[in-house]
């Protein structure tokens, strides 16, 4: 059976591919299909391979045309969320028997190191590509809400659980390729940096909705408070300055974390609102 090149090299410092060039993604894309192909003839079949269980880093990310905002990370992968949270890695999990655990570790504004963790159960589904009703390659997983964390101490949980359908085209020791619902492909390489991230224990924090009632208090008090500084006439300048930066800067930030960085345009199912990758 024919092995992925190791795609280390080619997709080292792409930034999970937000920095290719147009002609680089056209190439990577076209690689990542080849791939799929040799996949379809893989035995075992993904779901059924003990190579699809392990710790991923997310190496690579090509949006679908049908995909909205960032495929993987939601708000915090935004332009926006980058700027405010700055990436540090993303990873997935694979964990037996069927849980799957996403995270995105971040700076806040560069100096506070964070995450935020999608933790969920997975369940074999038909494959949507190609209609077929058999379950070889394709999962959907239903997550909790969103568990927002800053350092060591304050884990909240913020925003819906989600659902994610993604089909695995290819795996092995080394990578593992993914096609999302919306026409998203994927990257994942095994070990290295995922293997640090305790995956097992990410999510399971305990939380309380009080925490988060008080962070989204502390940031509509930030953006009122600053407001009225910047909309007072008789306060100097600079302190109006000072409170009009105040505003923005909490607004952005809440306009991040809301929904737990979830993208809204989702429709429902069964009371849960279904994310495509």
């Known amino acids: ?4 090149p190791c795609p280390s090299s080619t997709l080292r410092s792409t930034d999970a591919g937000d920095s290719v060039s147009p002609p680089q993604r056209a190439r990577i894309d ?5 791939l799929a192909r040799i996949g379809d003839g893989q035995d075992p079949r993904p779901l059924r391979n003990p190579d699809l269980f392990g710790n991923f880093s997310v190496a690579y990310v090509s949006p679908g045309t049908a995909q909205p905002g960032a495929a993987a990370g939601g708000r915090f992968r935004s332009t926006l969320g980058k700027a405010l949270f700055p990436t540090r890695g993303l990873f997935q999990s694979v964990l037996s028997p069927d849980i799957v655990v996403n995270k995105v570790c971040f700076a806040l504004l560069g100096l506070i190191p964070g995450s935020v963790v999608l933790r969920g159960k997975l369940q074999p589904i038909p494959n949507f590509a190609t209609g077929s009703e058999e379950t070889l390659d394709t999962v959907k997983v239903s997550f909790e809400p969103p568990v927002l964390s800053l350092g060591e101490a304050i884990h909240i949980r913020v925003g819906p659980p989600s659902t994610v359908s993604l089909q695995t085209v290819y795996v092995d020791r080394r990578v ?5 619902s919306r026409g998203s492909l994927f990257v994942f390489t095994r070990g290295g940096a995922a293997d640090a991230q305790a995956m097992e224990a990410a999510g399971l924090h305990r939380t309380g909705k ?7 208090a502390a940031l509509l008090t930030a953006v009122g408070g600053g407001a009225a500084l910047a909309a007072r006439a008789t306060t100097p300048v600079w302190a109006r300055a000072a409170g009009g930066a105040l505003a923005l800067l909490a607004a952005a930030l809440a306009s991040v974390v809301w929904r737990g960085g979830i993208l809204e345009d989702a429709t429902w199912e069964n009371g849960r609102r279904v994310e495509a990758a």
């Open 1 to 4: 059976m024919e092995q992925a």
């Open 30 to 34: 076209d690689t990542i299909r080849h």
């Open 176 to 180: 593992r390729l993914g096609l999302g």
């Open 210 to 216: 009080l925490s988060t009632a008080l962070l989204f």
